[in-house]
T-cell receptor, first 110, second 114 residues
Framework: GIQVEQSPPDLILQEGANSTLRCNFS?????LQWFHQNPWGQLINLFY???GTKQNGRLSATTVATERYSLLYISSSQTTDSGVYFC????????????FGAGTTVTVRA | NAGVMQNPRHLVRRRGQEARLRCSPV?????VYWYRQLPEEGLKFMVY????????ESGMPKERFSAEFPKEGPSILRIQQVVRGDSAAYFC????????????FGQGTRLTVV
């Protein structure tokens, strides 16, 4: 199956800092999503982005499908951004299994 | 998250009992995933179901675990004769095929086996 690698595994930020999270995948993808799992365990949809660039407030994401990676940008980080960020993909024809990376744990300090 | 409902939110079972976890997908979605998350770990795929069909159960343990998604009603993940190692958070997600196949997750069921 398709492999998903996320980096870095852990990130500690001072409030107000910017950061970039990376997701590499081993094959062509039909779907790529970024999720935020908050400290209460909820999985929040951030972006559905199999290709291109999207922005939502202080967050933006870019997927370069031909080079098999996606980036999630967090600008002006806030303590509420803390949690685990997951990248998940489906790949191949008629393959709808959503495969997750191991996640990046982000801690934003006040 | 767009209406995926899981219940119960918390479930405590003694070793050897059965656990039944329910998932109602987003209205109009006919595809469901189940995932398991152990403490401090990522999400592990268990099973992918379409209404009345199991499409991919490659992540399901061969024994004690089963899943269904009937024509009417919620999807059910059933764990028979639970053991302490089954303690985890179980998440369900739903999506619909088409141009956009964005998946939405429920809030999860936290299963504790005592």
């Amino acid at each position: 199956g398709i492999q998903v690698e996320q980096s870095p595994p852990d990130l500690i930020l001072q409030e107000g800092a910017n950061s970039t999270l990376r997701c590499n995948f081993s094959d062509s993808v039909n779907n790529l999503q970024w999720f935020h799992q908050n400290p209460w365990g909820q999985l929040i949809n951030l972006f559905y982005i199999p290709s291109g660039t999207k922005q939502n407030g202080r967050l933006s994401a870019t997927t370069v499908a031909t080079e098999r990676y996606s980036l999630l940008y967090i600008s002006s980080s806030q303590t509420t951004d803390s949690g685990v960020y997951f990248c998940a993909v489906t790949g191949g024809s008629n393959d709808y299994k959503l495969s997750f990376g191991a996640g990046t744990t982000v801690t934003v300090r006040a | 998250n767009a209406g995926v409902m899981q219940n119960p939110r918390h479930l405590v079972r003694r070793r050897g009992q059965e656990a039944r976890l329910r998932c109602s997908p987003v209205k109009g979605h006919s595809h469901v995933y189940w995932y398991r998350q152990l403490p401090e770990e990522g999400l592990k795929f268990m099973v992918y179901l379409q209404k009345e069909n199991i499409i991919d159960e490659s992540g399901m343990p061969k024994e004690r675990f089963s899943a269904e998604f009937p024509k009417e009603g919620p999807s059910i993940l059933r764990i028979q004769q639970v053991v302490r190692g089954d303690s985890a958070a179980y998440f369900c997600a739903s999506f619909q095929t088409g141009e956009v196949t964005e998946a939405f997750f429920g809030q999860g069921t936290r299963l504790t086996v005592v």
